[in-house]
């Protein structure tokens, strides 16, 4: 599995950004995606993630409601709203299979990575 994220770019606070993660190769019904986040300084740290068929989705509880993942064939999107400027990072995105619910928001679960994506918010 190859990924690919992409649409990072400079939005001001309070602004609207959607990124792009596309994926290759094999996936199907047993592939968790994910996103991740790296702020300058700090670790990085789960935001959201859904199951293939993406009928679940996972986030993390701070980022709930300015942030949604979604899927459309071979690209999972992360669509952020009213973004604040600690939401600056370079943003991941990950897959791996077979992941039990309690690992999925665990960076070490996940084999296949993203080259990330930069996020800046300024104020």
């Known amino acids: 599995v190859q990924l690919q994220a992409c649409g990072g770019g400079l939005v001001q606070a309070g602004g609207f950004l959607k990124i792009s993660c596309v994926i290759s190769?094999?996936?199907?019904?047993?592939?968790?995606i994910a996103w991740f986040r790296q702020a300058p300084g700090k670790e990085r740290e789960f935001v959201a993630a859904?199951?293939?068929?993406?009928?679940n989705t996972y986030y993390t509880d701070s980022l709930k409601g300015r942030f949604t993942i979604s899927r459309d064939n071979a690209k999972v999107y992360l669509q952020m709203s009213s973004l604040k400027p600690e939401d600056t990072a370079v943003y991941y995105c990950?897959?791996?299979?077979?992941?039990?619910?309690?690992?999925?928001?665990?960076?070490?679960?996940?084999?296949?990575w993203g080259q990330g994506t930069l996020v800046t918010v300024s104020s």
């Open positions: 990950a897959a791996d299979r077979n992941l039990i619910l309690s690992s999925i928001r665990v960076v070490g679960a996940y084999s296949y």
């Open positions: 190769g094999r996936t199907g019904s047993r592939h968790f």
């Open positions: 859904l199951n293939w068929n993406a009928r």
